[in-house]
């Protein structure tokens, strides 16, 4: 992905893994645990193995994150985790690493995605092409609404 700012260019690298790579912990214990406080002990859970992960690098630095596996309960492929390391926001990588999961789960027949996000960034996921459905409910004290995509 090139991002071409007031005077700068942005190249990133996608690299995409079966397990989970240091560099994905790195950047989510950064954002979600040291930024915003959610738990250490809760941001690493069960569906790590089942998840493919992808992380972006930028000049051999690790700039954003993000995972996803098949939901069975609901129909479709849940995209989660998705960061960007400070440094790097504002320069349209979050965006590219959910459309590069979205591309690696067309790769594998899906159809759906849905993504479990933080009310504070709805209209970036509706930027994306998601809708939200369902209630808005808490997740560690956070306000977060479930949000659906049809992938063509």
């Not at 690298?13 to 240091?22: F, H, Q, R």
């Not at 390391?85 to 999961?101: F, T």
């Amino acid at each position: 992905m090139k991002y071409a700012g007031t005077h700068i260019e942005v190249t990133m690298e996608i690299k995409v893994y079966d397990k989970l790579p240091t560099y994905a912990v790195e950047i989510r214990m950064q954002v979600f645990v040291k930024e915003q406080g959610f738990s250490k002990d809760l941001e690493l859970d069960k569906n790590e193995q089942r998840a493919t992960h992808l992380v972006g690098f930028i000049d051999g630095h690790f700039a954003a994150t993000s995972r996803f596996f098949y939901d069975e309960t609901r129909g479709a492929y849940l995209i989660s985790r998705i960061a960007v390391m400070k440094e790097y926001r504002g320069k349209g990588l979050g965006a590219e690493i959910v459309k590069a999961a979205e591309k690696e789960i067309i790769k594998l027949g899906g159809k759906r995605t849905v993504i479990h996000a933080q009310l504070r960034v709805k209209e970036f996921y509706e930027s994306l092409g998601y809708t939200p459905y369902g209630e808005i409910d808490l997740e560690e004290g956070v306000e977060h609404i479930m949000m659906q995509k049809n992938l063509q």
